[in-house]
């Protein structure tokens, strides 16, 4: 197992609600972080198709529009879509951490998946704990501890946006032995005029760094307004939710930033060489 490794995170806009040029996207993306030398990159939660921001908006009437089109475009494992994924992560070896909305039979969910550089599925996630308006089109996953994931690189351990907020005790940190903690968040938001996430989620994201001495990438959206999934919608409505959302972020153990953080409304990807011996595990 290396002790140091390349990784990247990315900070895009998704191809909202085209699951199709979505996963173009991912596959330019994972090739683009290959090239870079990066042997793992992460992405935001839900990234296909998009995070559904339209979940925020007074206008229930209006979103509804947004249910079917959401569900037709969420990804099935196994599938065409997923296993063109799965051979880019082969063809480059690299591993790849993908947010995702999950269509299994008539459920979706926010899932996370784990592909390593041989192109094998190691586990797919399924986010536990969701906000209230995310219950209204997703289900739970099934409550587990195993969110760590052993690979080739290391001990890898995954969590979707909010989950962030409830941040365990250092044992139990130390009791998954993982040695580099990833979260994909779907933006950071102002909503309905209030500053909605950016210093909070930055710092649970920066509290697994400094507490629980991990390497920490933290990957994320930009969104531009709500109603960005087709470009339309009453102005009224897209001011009640706008961006720019971008705040990917990497982390050594203790807090260090390793990469130099983009625009809030940049697109790009975030790249740095974590010291896996830096982990509490490891220099236990």
């Known amino acids: 197992m ?17 699951l199709r040029g979505g996963v173009a996207q991912t596959i330019e993306l994972i090739e683009t972080a290959a090239a870079g030398g990066a042997r793992l990159i992460a992405f935001p939660e839900t990234f296909l198709p998009g995070y559904p921001w339209w979940l925020w908006l007074d206008s ?3 979103g509804q529009g947004f249910f079917a089109r959401y569900r037709t475009n969420s990804m099935t494992v196994g599938r065409t879509e997923f296993r063109r994924i799965a051979d880019a992560a082969r063809r480059h070896r690299i591993h790849v951490l993908l947010g995702f909305s999950e269509r299994c039979g008539t459920s979706l969910y926010m ?15 399924r986010k536990p704990e969701l906000t209230a308006l995310e219950h209204k089109i997703f289900q739970p996953g099934e409550r587990s501890d195993q969110y760590v994931f052993r690979t080739e690189i290391g001990r890898i351990g995954v969590h979707g946006g909010s989950e962030q907020l409830h941040l365990p005790e250092r044992r139990e940190l130390e009791r998954t032995g993982a040695q580099v903690h990833i979260v994909s968040w779907p933006g950071f938001i102002i909503a309905r005029d209030v500053e909605w996430g950016v210093r909070v989620n930055n710092a649970a994201t920066l509290w697994y760094a400094v507490v629980g001495q991990l390497n920490v990438i933290a ?25 720019p959302g971008g705040h990917a972020r ?6 260090d930033e390793l990469a130099k953080p983009l625009s809030g409304h940049e697109e790009g990807i975030l790249y740095a060489d974590l010291e896996l011996d830096l982990s509490f595990e490891s220099a236990a």
Request: hydrophobic share 40%.
């Open 250 to 255: 990497i982390y050594a153990p203790g807090g």
């Open 2 to 18: 290396p002790t140091k490794v390349r990784v990247a995170a990315v900070q895009a806009e998704p191809r909202w609600l085209d």
């Open 111 to 125: 899932s996370q998946c784990l592909i390593d550089e041989r192109g094998v599925l190691l586990g797919v996630r």
């Open 60 to 62: 229930v009437s209006w």
């Open 219 to 243: 990957a994320c959206s930009i969104m531009d307004v709500a109603g960005s999934e087709t470009r339309r919608g009453p102005d009224s409505a897209k001011q009640l939710v706008r961006g």
